[in-house]
């Protein structure tokens, strides 16, 4: 059974970072196009960031280049977020999320099979 699990969200002054963890179980993350997209209250859920298999290319939104980077550790089983420079905008719940299919939806919420619970992140003006 495949299990992914967000950690890290919280409250933050705007202008400051968090960091976002996911832990996943029940697959070989090596294997597999890592994803963190996030959906605000009566919006779409939005592609945020991504990771190409094994780790060796990453993709950004353009609403998050510069200011956010992914990383993952496939022995650990880990991927994280690191954000900075947080604004109000950035304000939603974070799902971490993984896919197997066309490299070229990799931005696309419905190429992603294995979705975590979200962590909420809050940012204050």
């Known amino acids: 059974q495949v299990q992914m699990a967000e950690s890290g969200g919280g409250v933050v002054q705007a202008g400051g970072s968090l960091r976002l963890s996911c832990v996943v179980s029940?697959?070989?993350?090596?294997?597999?196009?890592m994803g963190w997209f996030r959906q605000a209250p009566g919006k779409e859920r939005e592609f945020v960031a991504a990771?190409?298999?094994?780790?060796?290319?990453?993709y950004y939104s353009q609403s998050v280049e510069g200011r956010f980077t992914m990383s993952r550790d496939n022995a650990k089983k880990m991927v994280y977020l690191q954000m900075s420079a947080l604004n109000p905008r950035a304000a939603a719940v974070y799902y971490c999320t993984s896919s197997t299919g066309a490299l070229s939806g990799i931005r696309k919420p419905e190429m992603y099979r294995y979705w975590g619970q979200g962590t909420q992140v809050t940012v204050s003006s």
């Open positions: 990771s190409k298999r094994p780790g060796s290319n990453t």
């Open positions: 029940g697959l070989n993350v090596y294997n597999y196009h």
